[in-house]
């Protein structure tokens, strides 16, 4: 059973940043699509970033985009989610996620592995 482990959040002023990272616990699970999702208690959860398995397709929420980046290494089977010029708003608890079955075209949707999340916390 591979578990997706977060880690990286934390609490940061307005303006800052944060690197969020996500390790798979089996080194031999290398799903296509990986991605990054956030919600806060009083909102359904968002998509934030996604990526294909070799790093070359991206997508982001458009109100991310310009200021987080993610990112694999696949060598070590890592995303990562460089957040910069933070705001109050993008305070979430943040999900990796992973679709075992996709091999192509990832999306927002359709992932059936979650980590625990982390939580980020902007202050203004």
């Known amino acids: 059973h591979v578990q997706l482990v977060e880690s990286g959040g934390g609490s940061v002023q307005a303006g800052g940043s944060l690197r969020l990272s996500c390790t798979p616990s089996?080194?031999?699970?290398?799903?296509?699509?990986m991605g990054w999702f956030r919600q806060v208690p009083w909102k359904e959860r968002e998509g934030v970033a996604v990526?294909?398995?070799?790093?070359?397709?991206?997508s982001y929420a458009d109100s991310v985009k310009g200021r987080f980046t993610i990112s694999r290494d696949n060598g070590k089977n890592h995303v990562y989610l460089q957040m910069n010029s933070l705001k109050p708003e993008d305070t979430a608890m943040y999900y990796c996620a992973a679709d075992s079955w996709r091999s192509s075209s990832c999306g927002f949707s359709g992932y059936d592995k979650w980590g625990q999340g982390t939580q980020v916390t902007v202050s203004s």
């Open positions: 990526i294909d398995s070799d790093g070359t397709r991206t």
């Open positions: 089996s080194y031999t699970y290398s799903p296509y699509c």
